[in-house]
């Protein structure tokens, strides 16, 4: 066991830190390779799973402000979505910053958001009680919806198109 390796145990911070002296430095023979790959492994998974989860909660709202909203606000005058909206808008600002720092992501956001979507389905439908079989199969919303900020998903049933309009 080198003391690259005894160090990665017990104090992750000092390993890296060590790293990045050593390929400052140009010592790339004293490097810890496999916990090296094992970390740059990990960092691409932990941006997918947070591209994913971002994505199932921003879906999950929007199902929740397609398929409850309207009937929320018939029945409470006052009820203007609110909590709703600073949840899209938060997850949408969040989504663009992860977008921004990790450009590789990218190219899997169709895939991302098909993968959330079923999640998104199962999210909303235990947040608003509705039957997961109440929202479409298949994702309803494009990648350019979910990242227009004035995009808010008109009620099925109560508008002909879904569009931009704010209630």
């Keep these: 066991m080198t003391d690259l390796d005894t160090l990665y145990k017990i104090d992750y911070s000092a390993w890296a830190e060590r790293h990045v002296q050593l390929l400052r430095a140009g010592r790339y023979s004293e ?33 929740n402000w397609a398929y409850q909203y309207r009937t929320l606000s018939e029945r409470w005058r006052e009820f203007k979505g609110d909590s709703w909206r600073a949840a899209i808008i938060e997850q949408r600002n969040r989504l663009e910053k992860l977008l921004t720092q990790a450009t590789g992501l990218k190219a899997r956001l169709p895939a991302n958001i098909g993968e959330a979507y079923a999640d998104a389905v199962q999210l909303a439908s235990d947040e608003n009680g509705l039957p997961s079989s109440t929202f479409p199969e298949q994702c309803p919303y494009s990648a350019e919806q979910l990242f227009d900020k004035t995009f808010y998903p008109a ?13």
């Design 31 to 63: 490097l810890d390779i496999e916990h090296l790959l094992e970390e740059l492994s990990d960092m691409g998974k932990s941006e997918q799973r947070e591209l994913e989860n971002r994505l199932t909660i921003l879906l999950a709202h929007l199902l």
């Design 155 to 167: 009620h099925p049933e109560g508008q002909a198109e879904a569009g931009h309009a704010e209630p």
